[in-house]
């Protein structure tokens, strides 16, 4: 049986009512029958029955043996930082997610935990960076906004041979395009609030271990820090899970169509897409996924922060707001956005220049978000000096 057939038959029917969607058991406690004997639930932080079917579902769709609901991406790569001690050291990509960075290296560093940050799409980079002190080995990939690929089998490889965990945020990808479990990874995390929920209603995270025995340690932090995630959003990710594996293709059709059109546009400079036969990693990126994914960033050759600011607020169906993953097609501009912390030398060493702008390319039909990606770059032309619009003609 495919996989996706697989999927939507492991989602379980109401064994109660006969119900087809999952029932949502908003509550709080259940009633036991004598102290400590229950029906498998005491009080809904350790455990709730809408929860616990999106967990299960978790595990099965990354091939793991856990999987955990957490409130937030945030709250689930928080969870993951809690296995560490003071003294202990992480290994990061350089361009992780802003917000892990920030709880990196603004959080967990003052309780003496350091994070090195390396090129992880060089493995050779990451060995070098491993200290005896290193425990854990933080991977993205695709990043964001520029995506780079990393080998996830080659890094595992070299975590495994120096003791330390890998963990693999996968939200870019999802795991209808790549299972980081089933390449050596440890630990796969994910903002659900992305791909996985897949309709931007909502704000979710997940944990997935490949060993049970890891999977407990989590279980443990989450129900002691209690960043759980709610019953009716559990029942949110499940609905949008039912629909990841045909969503991504589409993504994924889409995106590809879109950075072919913006490679041949003349005012495009660089197009990141994996995608990309010009991509540096693109071998790598289709080893290890089945797809590319539905995010393309793309620089202009008029490299100013007005043009990008222009260029995002004039496109009519790609919709200005941070986030991804979702129906609607989304742009945003990381220098004066996501990546506005940063200082500008650092971001731009990181290959976010000035005038790098991010999609994340919805479920409309390819042919009209190119009509509207290619209006926006004709207005910004006209708008160009005569000496840009000579060398652009
Ligand atoms: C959004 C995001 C997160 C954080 O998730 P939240 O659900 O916003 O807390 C973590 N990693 C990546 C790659 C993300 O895109």
């Known amino acids: 049986m495919q996989a996706t057939t697989q999927l939507i038959h492991s989602i379980p029917v109401d064994p109660l009512t006969g119900a087809v ?47 955990l609901a957490f409130s937030s991406g945030l709250a689930a790569i928080d969870a993951i930082a809690k296995l560490l ?29 350091t994070i090195h940050f390396v090129d992880t799409s060089d493995p050779e980079k990451v060995f070098h960076a491993i200290t005896p002190k290193t425990k854990l080995i933080w991977l993205e990939t695709p990043t964001n906004p520029t995506l780079k690929i990393s080998d996830i089998e080659a890094i595992a490889k070299i975590a495994k041979a120096n003791n330390c965990l890998l963990c693999v945020d996968n939200t870019f990808a999802s795991p209808a395009l790549q299972k980081p479990l089933t390449l050596g990874a440890d630990i796969v995390v994910h903002s ?74 003349p005012a495009v400079d660089k197009v990141y897409y994996p995608g990309l036969k010009t991509h540096p990693n693109h071998e790598v990126a289709k080893k290890q996924s089945k797809g590319f994914g539905g995010i393309v960033s793309f620089s ?77 770059l004709d207005t910004l032309q006209l708008q160009a000096t005569p000496s840009l619009q000579k060398e652009l003609a």
């Open 192 to 265: 659900a609030t992305k791909y996985l929920g897949g309709h931007s209603d909502l704000i979710a995270g997940a944990v997935v271990t490949k060993e049970k025995a890891l999977g407990d340690k989590i279980k443990f932090i989450q129900n002691a820090c209690g960043a759980i995630l709610a019953p009716f959003d559990s029942w949110l990710v499940i609905r949008g899970i039912e629909t990841l594996h045909l969503r991504l293709r589409q993504h994924c059709a889409t995106a590809q169509e879109v950075a072919e059109f913006l490679e041949k546009h």
């Open 85 to 113: 001690q003071a003294g202990d050291e992480i290994v990061a990509v350089d361009d992780i997610y802003g917000g892990a960075y920030r709880l990196f290296t603004q959080v967990y560093q003052q309780f003496g935990i």
């Open 21 to 67: 969607s999952v029932p949502i058991y908003q509550t709080s406690t259940f009633v036991q029958e004598a102290p400590g004997i229950n029906k498998g639930y005491d009080y809904a932080r350790s455990g709730n029955p809408t929860r616990a079917v999106l967990e299960n579902l978790l595990a099965k769709l990354e091939g793991g043996e856990t999987g």
């Open 300 to 376: 202009l050759k008029q490299d100013t922060l007005e043009a990008a600011g222009a260029f995002a607020t004039s496109t009519q169906l790609f919709k200005l707001a941070e986030s991804l993953g979702g129906i609607k097609s989304l742009i945003s501009h990381p220098a004066t956005m996501t990546h506005k912390s940063i200082p500008a030398e650092k971001r731009k060493a990181a290959g976010v220049s000035d005038s790098l702008v991010r999609l994340s390319i919805g479920l409309e039909e390819a042919e009209d978000l190119i009509q509207d990606l290619q209006a926006a």
